[in-house]
């Protein structure tokens, strides 16, 4: 079946930097649009990043965008987001999302001095 694992989360300080990845398996990765989207405690989950199958069409939600690259494997079946000059706003749970399909579980991210 498909699974989507995220990792690479953790606690930052302002300004610092974080790579998140996600292994995907159980499909075939490089036929599917793959997204990230986050979701902060007591708000609803938006659209982070998305990027096509082949990695040449790519789109940034406004809040992100020049700070954020997101990016693909696909002979490893991995999903990337590079998140620089982070924010305490950016503190969120990201997941990971094979468009259309199935969800990873979310990686915690938190953006604290």
């Known amino acids: 079946q498909v699974q989507l694992v995220e990792s690479g989360g953790g606690l930052v300080q302002p300004g610092g930097s974080l790579r998140l990845s996600c292994a995907a398996s159980g499909f075939t990765f490089s036929s599917y649009t793959m997204s990230w989207y986050r979701q902060a405690p007591g708000k609803a989950r938006e659209l982070v990043a998305l990027?096509?199958?082949?990695?040449?069409?790519?789109n940034y939600a406004s809040s992100v965008k020049g700070r954020f690259t997101i990016s693909r494997d696909n002979a490893g079946n991995t999903l990337y987001l590079r998140m620089n000059s982070l924010k305490p706003e950016d503190t969120a749970v990201y997941y990971c999302?094979?468009?259309?399909?199935?969800w990873g579980q979310g990686t915690q991210v938190t953006v604290s001095s």
């Open positions: 990027i096509s199958s082949a990695g040449g069409g790519i």
């Open positions: 999302h094979q468009v259309p399909g199935s």
